[in-house]
């Protein structure tokens, strides 16, 4: 049976606990339920308790934007994945901003993964190449050294029901989004090296998402493309209208497929 389609809102460092309340009921408001599409929420730490109790689970599921590796200790500040593991059922994981602003590795990322997996918590493995990279030609070599590090802890039964996310760096939140067939070109390479690790089958069943520069008026163009189950959207889904269209189009595009 195909999985439905995903569609990830990363609130990231936006949002108290009463604005992502009121967030989340207009999105209740505008948002139907799908049976091809999966909405899922990333809010806060702070906001993921109160929401866990007022989400409408038949619209929504919840992800931690984060977790640390370790389940328990003295590591001031931080949250692991056991402590996650009750309130949601996905997790953001290797986010350029957490690589890029936290000097996350790909170690780290690796150990996150395996971690969110430990803990029963499907992660949400972001990869993606940087400007410099693009224009280094780096991008192929990039996605491999991300994907195969993420991944080399895990079963092909683990990796099947994960889901990655390709954001290119490069394109996000400026006014030239990446094309179609950039995206395409990307996405058939990690999968290519999905299938390489574990096979036809898992790859198959691996949904693959594409984040960066998500509006409405994208989302037909990027739903086109071959091998892409979904988007995780940034800045726009912070905006109601702006996320129901966004999940509305994706709806629409699933069926266009059947």
């Given at each position: 049976?195909?999985?439905?389609?995903?569609?990830?809102?990363?609130?990231?460092?936006?949002?108290?606990?009463?604005q992502?309340s009121?967030?989340?009921?207009?999105?209740?408001?505008?948002?139907?339920?799908?049976?091809?599409?999966?909405?899922?929420?990333?809010?806060?730490?702070?906001?993921?308790?109160?929401?866990?109790?007022?989400?409408?689970?038949?619209?929504?599921?919840?992800?931690?934007?984060?977790?640390?590796?370790?389940?328990?200790?003295?590591?001031?500040?931080?949250?692991s994945?056991?402590?996650?593991?009750?309130?949601?059922?996905?997790?953001?994981?290797?986010?350029?901003?957490?690589?890029?602003?936290?000097?996350?590795?790909?170690?780290?990322?690796?150990?996150?993964?395996?971690?969110?997996?430990?803990?029963?918590?499907?992660?949400?493995?972001?990869?993606?190449?940087?400007?410099?990279?693009?224009?280094?030609?780096?991008?192929?070599?990039?996605?491999?050294?991300?994907?195969?590090?993420?991944?080399?802890?895990?079963?092909?039964?683990?990796?099947?029901?994960?889901?990655?996310?390709?954001?290119?760096?490069?394109?996000?939140?400026?006014?030239?989004?990446?094309?179609?067939?950039?995206?395409?070109?990307?996405?058939?390479?990690?999968?290519?090296?999905?299938?390489?690790?574990?096979?036809?089958?898992?790859?198959?069943?691996?949904?693959?998402?594409?984040?960066?520069?998500?509006?409405?008026?994208?989302?037909?163009?990027?739903?086109?493309?071959?091998?892409?189950?979904?988007?995780l959207?940034?800045?726009a889904?912070?905006?109601?209208?702006?996320?129901?269209?966004?999940?509305?189009?994706?709806?629409?595009?699933?069926?266009?497929?059947?």
């Amino acid at each position: 049976m195909k999985k439905p389609r995903i569609v990830v809102a990363n609130w990231k460092m936006n949002l108290d606990v009463h604005q992502a309340s009121l967030l989340t009921h207009k999105l209740a408001d505008r948002i139907h339920v799908y049976r091809d599409v999966e909405v899922v929420l990333a809010p806060n730490y702070l906001c993921l308790q109160p929401l866990s109790m007022e989400i409408d689970r038949r619209k929504f599921r919840l992800a931690a934007q984060d977790g640390y590796f370790i389940d328990e200790g003295s590591y001031t500040g931080a949250v692991s994945f056991s402590q996650l593991r009750n309130l949601v059922h996905y997790a953001i994981v290797g986010h350029s901003e957490r690589r890029r602003y936290f000097s996350e590795s790909l170690e780290i990322v690796r150990d996150k993964v395996t971690a969110a997996v430990r803990n029963g918590i499907v992660p949400i493995l972001c990869v993606g190449e940087t400007r410099e990279e693009r224009n280094l030609k780096e991008t192929r070599q990039v996605l491999h050294d991300q994907i195969v590090s993420a991944l080399s802890d895990l079963t092909g039964e683990d990796v099947e029901q994960m889901v990655i996310a390709y954001e290119p760096v490069w394109a996000i939140g400026g006014h030239a989004p990446a094309t179609p067939e950039d995206i395409e070109q990307a996405v058939n390479w990690l999968r290519y090296q999905v299938s390489e690790l574990y096979g036809e089958k898992v790859e198959n069943r691996l949904r693959v998402l594409y984040g960066g520069s998500d509006e409405p008026e994208f989302v037909s163009g990027i739903m086109g493309v071959e091998g892409v189950d979904g988007l995780l959207v940034g800045h726009a889904s912070l905006n109601a209208e702006q996320f129901a269209d966004i999940v509305e189009g994706v709806h629409i595009a699933s069926l266009s497929e059947d």
